[in-house]
C-alpha cells in the first residue's frame, strides 16, 4: 500500500570534503549524471546535484556550507504530491516544520515548493513538491552552474 503523504524519494544529501573527487566517484565511476552546481547567494559554490533515476537525485554540499543554522548537507528528502497536507498532517502530530527561520513551506531556489521536519532523533528530513518548472526537470547534457535566484 502506497503512503497517502509520501510521493517517493527524491534525494539524499552528503556534505564533502572534496568535490573533485566525490564527483569522480559519484559521476565518473557510480556513473551518475552530473546536473547542475548551485551557487550561493555570494557567488560561492554550494551544491552540485547527480541524476539517479526518474525523479531520484543526489545533493553534494560543499564542506562548511550551512544554512540559516540547519546543517543542510545532512538529510533525506520525500517527494510529497500535497505539501500543505502534509504540513497539516505533521503539525496534527506534534511536531514543528522548520525552514529559514519559518515554519511555513517555502517557494525553494530550485522551483519546487519546501519545507524540513527533525523527526525523534533530531535526523533533518525535507518534504518537497515538485514545482512545474522544477530544474531538476531540465534536460541536461552537459552539466551547468546556476547562480543564486531568490
Not at 551518475?32 to 543526489?58: P, V
Amino acid at each position: 500500500m502506497m503512503s497517502e503523504y509520501i510521493a517517493g524519494l527524491t534525494h539524499k544529501a552528503y556534505r564533502v570534503r572534496n568535490m573533485e573527487e566525490s564527483l569522480r566517484f559519484y559521476s565518473d565511476c557510480l556513473g551518475l549524471k552530473k546536473m547542475f552546481c548551485l551557487k550561493d547567494e555570494n557567488g560561492k559554490d554550494w551544491l552540485y546535484y547527480l541524476h539517479i533515476t526518474g525523479r531520484q537525485y543526489m545533493e553534494l554540499f560543499y564542506d562548511g556550507t550551512a544554512e540559516a543554522g540547519m546543517d543542510m548537507g545532512e538529510h533525506i528528502c520525500f517527494e510529497v504530491e500535497d505539501l500543505q497536507k502534509t504540513v497539516d498532517r505533521i503539525r496534527s502530530f506534534g511536531y514543528t516544520t522548520i525552514l529559514n527561520n519559518t515554519m511555513e513551506p517555502v517557494h525553494g531556489r530550485d522551483h519546487n515548493e519546501e519545507c524540513f521536519v527533525r523527526d525523534p532523533d533530531g535526523n533533518l528530513i525535507e518534504l518537497m513538491q515538485f514545482g512545474a518548472d522544477a530544474i531538476q526537470f531540465d534536460n541536461y547534457d552537459e552539466p551547468k552552474v546556476l547562480e543564486w535566484e531568490e
